[in-house]
């Protein structure tokens, strides 16, 4: 089974967060990092509701591994 890869961040993209955030780069960063930590709190719930046998012995990581 091939792993699955993640689409490439588009500089567009970037540009559609400043656009949203009205250019207040702070302010983008900001949204982006409280969504980055709720995300977290949802994984670490999930990886606490979910048993070893329902995930066939995966576990969810906090931390990315960039294959560089």
Not at 30 to 48: I, K, V, Y
Request: net charge negative; proline share 6%; with cysteine.
């Amino acid at each position: 089974m091939k792993p699955l890869s993640l689409p490439k961040i588009e500089p567009d993209v970037i540009e559609d967060v400043l656009a949203w955030h009205g250019g207040d780069a702070r302010t983008a960063i900001f949204a982006l990092l409280n969504d980055c930590q709720h995300l977290r709190l949802q994984l670490a719930l999930t990886e606490a509701a979910a048993s070893s046998g329902f995930t066939r012995g995966w576990r969810p990581r906090f931390d990315r591994q960039d294959n560089a």
